[in-house]
């Protein structure tokens, strides 16, 4: 029961003159007062034969208009003081909680409350969420939550978050939303016992996460205070870099963080062993390709008869050590008339073979610097979470699309698997990706699309949480934002507003999408039947170079951990018992 | 060669003159005892411009009330006669405007219900929610003569809102226009009668041929009008008006128990501030007679009157119940 007896919090009247609805009505507010968008406001309705109906709402529109006037230059007359005329303000509010469920509409009349306290928290449905993620203030400078069943798959998972780059910040909010669910403590041990798997697709900002943001203020800080979070940086970062194109020592391509960062790359065994030539090719499931079979029997021939050898692989009694010869070895066989039926099967004819060659060779440039045999082997280099750090941070933006493509997929598939093998949805594994809709376009069909699915489909129950970004939902596989209980939405395209993926948006919301901050989120969540406006604080950890302040210590380490002979391996960095003397 | 005006007045509201024959002003003269030579002497009459020095007050008041007949009723009286009767609502309301800040608002308004009949049993009657106080009427109350019976209760409320209005915001520099005649209200300090609708000629036929002569902004000197209702008066000429001789008349007068120095500020007073107040024809089908105060006042209290249907049918209905 929501309690509306705070007579002084008045705001205004339910109007008579618009119909009044159990889902929508007009309010209009009292002389003197006011309402924003976002108030949340509760009204009552008295019934004969039962216990009052508490109406809570949003305001989802406001307006004033002059009441008296009947020309529009009538406003000049008024503000000259010839004709009497009265501003009246009205406000929409849609309804987001009736308690008890007795759908009536509220009595034209009815004096309407401003909430706050418990009042508000019930409108919102706050005081259901047994589990509640802070994740920003509202308009009214109060927290608001998001309901932690839908996020770590109790009830529902995944987070879909749309907006057009640069003004939206859709990565600041999914790493903040990160940050809460890992430190407000509201998961339990599953919060603490996460992990976070972060693909950094654009500039190096999200490669400071460690760091500690000098441009932080006391504003921002009491902002954190405010929502129960400390203002720090991520205690746990773990970063992985590709190595430096052309640079056989295989060091990391950073430009800006120069300590705590590890090369990830893949051993030509762990190619053919693993069979990732698949994900090489952006269309490799598509069913119009003929190429997919070539591709198909390519990876099998390989997985079967490579042999490791000394970092690099031995087939055919030939040795292979870089990318480039085991493409050329395979064109090689593919193109000669003896060898082709045992790699691609016999009835394949020249021009498959040829479309196929043609795209191998084409991946000889991008993909050379990931898949290496002149590595030790021993050495670590793959990107696992559950041995890594709590944040682990994939970095791409140095990578060619084709190399962006292959890593996320295999990266991906690798992760998925750990957890089906494990059995468990525990630990919870988050997966931050951005440009979502190069990854798993609405059209066509290729391997990566497919973990995506996957992961959109099954990782609920396995414990894999995806936060997909992307500038438009609409181009983004429908499963896929079906299947994430919580959209967020920040600054859209007009064009893209008005697609039937932002459905959920009220149309006033709609309007305003087009004009959000940087930093104001609209929040759609299954609980709330309105999504909530969010601002969310300035990250507290540095997102580029210039506010970063010191490393934390345990990077530091890692300097000497990248040349480190007697490295243990699937070591985790940050554990004081890490150095093994 | 004769011009054509067009009146700006929508013909349903009748002719800003309710003239002769030719537009040529007001038609039946009046009888009253008129001295022209208040101002200036007879022969020296000519239009009056604003004088540079002349005050403009930064509160003025309107006043205007509303009237509305929602029924006519019949009783059924116990000897078998049958009287007429009215219900009608009536409102009046002050606009208080504030020329310095800009601000008209509505200072007091009042509205009023009665039952007009002059049976001698009835009483009040109720509809809904409202209530009609009988109202008795002498003499046999015909049903054509009872909507003139209204007119003295929303004179009365005028008088007492205008009064109420003062009470609570007056600088002691402030105009108060009346919509209409003076006749009763003309105890009130500072306050001039504003008469939109010429019927009468006052002026001897020198004098009164100075008044189409009046350009836009100028009016004609003070004259006394001898009689019971009279007192001091002059014409002046709205702006907006469609050039016919007579359009955008209006008179103006105020107590007869002011003296003459007096009534003659009034007027310098009048002619500097009512012309801001004229409306345009496009938005008022009196225009510019009807000022722009008073007709967002008469709407504000045409809106309080409330539904006509729904008093009607209220009316109807309790009536029908109570039998």
Redesign the interface.
């Known amino acids: 029961m929501i309690d509306v007896s705070d007579e002084t919090s008045s705001v205004g009247r339910v109007l008579g003159t618009a119909d009044a609805t159990p889902l929508q009505f007009w309010t209009a507010v009292t002389p003197g007062s006011y309402l924003q968008l976002d108030d949340v406001v509760v009204t009552r309705r008295d019934l004969p034969d039962r216990e009052p109906v508490t109406i809570a709402g949003v305001v989802t529109q406001v307006r004033a208009r002059h009441e008296?006037a009947?020309?529009d230059?009538?406003v000049f007359?008024?503000?000259?003081?010839?004709?009497?005329?009265?501003v009246q303000e009205a406000a929409e509010i849609t309804t987001t909680r009736v308690d008890p469920e007795l759908y009536v509409p509220p009595a034209p009349g009815a004096v309407v409350h401003r909430a706050s306290g418990d009042a508000r928290d019930a409108a919102l449905h706050f005081d259901r969420m047994e589990r509640r993620v802070p994740m920003g203030t509202g308009r009214d400078g109060v927290p608001v939550f998001l309901n932690a069943d839908f996020l770590d798959g109790t009830r529902g998972a995944h987070v879909s978050i749309s907006g057009i780059s640069g003004v939206a910040t859709k990565t600041s909010f999914a790493t903040f939303l990160l940050y809460s669910v890992f430190r407000s403590g509201q998961l339990g041990a599953d919060g603490t016992n996460a992990r976070a798997l972060i693909f950094n697709v654009k500039g190096e900002d999200l490669l400071f996460l460690d760091h500690p943001n000098t441009k932080l203020d006391d504003a921002t800080r009491s902002a954190y205070a405010l929502l129960g979070l400390p203002a720090a940086p991520f205690p746990d970062v773990r970063v992985y870099a590709p190595p430096r194109a052309g640079d056989s020592s295989g060091a990391p391509d950073v430009a800006s963080r120069l300590t705590g960062v590890d090369a990830f790359y893949w051993t030509l065994a762990e190619f053919c062993e693993k069979k990732l030539l698949p994900y090489v090719f952006a269309d490799a499931d598509d069913e119009r390709q003929q190429y997919t079979m070539v591709v198909h029997s390519v990876t099998a021939h390989l997985a079967r008869y490579a042999v490791p050898a000394e970092g690099g692989i031995s087939i055919d009694g030939q040795r292979i050590s870089s990318y480039q010869d085991l493409v050329d070895h395979v064109v090689e066989q593919l193109t000669d008339d003896e060898t082709r039926s045992t790699w691609a099967g016999s009835a394949v004819n020249m021009g498959t073979v040829n479309a196929f060659a043609r795209r191998l060779i084409g991946s000889k440039r991008d993909l050379s610097r990931l898949i290496r045999g002149d590595l030790a082997q021993r050495r670590p280099h793959q990107i696992k979470t559950a041995d890594s750090a709590q944040v682990t941070v994939v970095d791409l933006h140095n990578l060619p699309d084709r190399a962006q493509r292959f890593v996320v997929g295999v990266t991906l598939k690798t992760e998925f698997e750990e957890k089906e093998k494990a059995g468990t949805g525990r630990p919870l594994l988050f997966v931050v990706l951005d440009e979502l809709n190069k990854y798993a376009p609405r059209e066509g069909s290729s391997p990566i699309k497919e973990v995506l699915l996957d992961i959109a489909e099954r990782g609920r129950s396995l414990g894999v949480i995806l936060i997909g970004a992307q500038q438009t939902a609409s181009e983004v596989e429908r499963r896929i934002v079906t299947n994430s209980a919580i959209r967020v939405v920040g600054r859209l395209d007009p064009a893209e507003a008005s697609r039937p993926e932002y459905g959920f948006l009220p149309p006033a919301m709609r309007q305003r999408a087009l004009l959000a901050r940087p930093g104001t989120m609209f929040v759609n969540q299954p609980d709330i039947p309105v999504p909530l406006c969010v601002e969310f604080p300035f990250p507290a950890w540095a997102t580029r170079k210039s506010e970063s302040g010191p490393p934390p210590a345990e990077t530091l380490r890692s300097i000497v951990q990248g040349a480190d002979p007697f490295a243990v391996i699937g070591g985790r960095p940050g554990a004081d018992d890490d150095i093994p003397f | 060669m004769t011009r054509v005006f067009v009146d700006a007045w929508d013909p349903s509201y009748g002719a800003s003159f309710e003239g002769g024959e030719g537009g040529d002003g007001p038609g039946s003269s009046s009888s009253a005892q008129v001295d022209v030579e208040v101002e200036v002497p007879a022969a020296e009459w000519a239009p009056i411009d604003v004088s540079a020095g002349a005050r403009v007050p930064d509160v003025v008041f309107l006043v205007d009330g509303v009237r509305r007949n929602d029924a006519q009723v019949w009783t059924a009286e116990d000897d078998g006669t049958s009287y007429a009767g009215l219900a009608a609502s009536f409102a009046a309301g002050v606009v208080r405007c504030d020329l310095a800040r800009g601000a008209a608002e509505l200072a007091v308004a009042r509205v009023s219900r009665g039952l007009f009949t002059a049976s001698p049993s009835l009483g009040d009657v109720r509809a809904g929610t409202v209530r009609y106080e009988v109202h008795r009427v002498s003499g046999p109350g015909e049903a054509s003569k009872l909507p003139a019976a209204v007119q003295g209760p929303l004179t009365a409320l005028e008088i007492e809102i205008s009064s109420a209005a003062r009470d609570s915001g007056s600088d002691g520099t402030d105009l108060l226009i009346v919509d209409g005649p003076l006749r009763n209200r003309r105890q009130l300090p500072r306050t001039i009668g504003y008469v939109k609708t010429q019927q009468k000629h006052y002026l001897p036929a020198a004098q009164e041929a100075i008044v189409p002569r009046l350009r836009p902004g100028q009016r004609t000197p003070v004259f006394q009008i001898g009689t019971v209702w009279g007192g001091w008066s002059w014409y002046l000429r709205l702006p907006g008006s469609s050039g016919a001789p007579w359009s955008g008349i209006v008179r103006v007068e105020c107590s007869p128990e002011l003296s003459p120095e007096q009534a003659i500020e009034l007027a310098e007073v009048s002619l500097a501030t009512l012309p801001r107040f004229a409306s345009s024809a496009y938005k008022d089908p009196r225009a510019p007679q009807n000022l722009v105060p008073i007709a967002g006042l008469e709407r504000r209290l045409r809106g309080m009157l409330g539904d006509a249907r729904v008093l009607h049918r209220a009316l109807a209905r309790d009536s029908a119940r109570a039998f």
């Open positions: 008296g009947q020309f230059s009538d007359a008024i503000a000259d003081g010839t004709l009497p005329a009265m």
